[in-house]
């Protein structure tokens, strides 16, 4: 357990809405001078707090803005099978977040797709690769509201 004060909770609110802040713009934001946030930055991005920083892309503009959640229930469940799931799984563009979840189902993905039919071909054509998948539930991205 870390032990962040206030100071640390609001650098790494200010860095999660842009990442891409100077350190001057993020010192003025927390009412400190530059050095100390700094430090901070570097010493919660040591302590594995900060574990990189990423680009969040926008998908319509993509043309990829059909944006599904698909939990994967597989057949069987075992470390080779995971691993060979999980290494299937890290080469499909299509699918942006993978989870291995409790539940009825052993991995929830987030996929994002030009539309429904594409995502209806990305079913068959590409999941349906794989063939230890016993059952695929699929809800459908509406609005991102947070």
Same mark, same amino acid.
Request: net charge neutral.
């Given at each position: ?8 909770l609001?650098?790494l609110?200010?860095?999660?809405e842009?990442?891409?802040?100077t350190?001057?713009?993020l !010192?003025a *934001?927390?009412?400190?001078?530059s050095t100390p946030?700094?430090? *901070?930055v ?12 990423? !680009?969040?892309?926008d998908?319509e503009?993509?043309n990829?803005g059909?944006?599904v959640?698909?939990?994967i229930?597989?057949?069987l @469940?075992?470390?080779e099978? !995971?691993?060979?799931f999980?290494?299937f ?10 989870y291995?979840?409790?539940?009825e189902?052993?991995y929830?993905?987030?996929?994002? !797709?030009p539309?429904m039919k594409?995502?209806?071909?990305f079913?068959?054509?590409?999941l349906g690769k794989?063939d230890? @998948?016993?059952?695929i539930?699929s809800v459908?991205?509406m609005e991102v509201v947070?």
């Amino acid at each position: 357990m870390y032990n962040l004060d206030q100071t640390d909770l609001q650098i790494l609110k200010e860095l999660k809405e842009n990442s891409r802040i100077t350190t001057k713009e993020l !010192a003025a *934001r927390v009412n400190l001078s530059s050095t100390p946030v700094y430090d *901070r930055v570097k010493k919660l991005e040591k302590e594995g707090i900060i574990k990189g920083y990423v !680009a969040v892309l926008d998908y319509e503009k993509l043309n990829r803005g059909f944006g599904v959640y698909c939990n994967i229930k597989l057949k069987l @469940i075992n470390p080779e099978i !995971a691993l060979r799931f999980v290494n299937f799984i890290s080469e499909i563009p299509e699918v942006t977040e993978c989870y291995n979840i409790s539940g009825e189902y052993d991995y929830l993905l987030k996929i994002q !797709a030009p539309d429904m039919k594409y995502y209806q071909s990305f079913l068959i054509n590409t999941l349906g690769k794989f063939d230890g @998948i016993a059952g695929i539930h699929s809800v459908f991205i509406m609005e991102v509201v947070k």
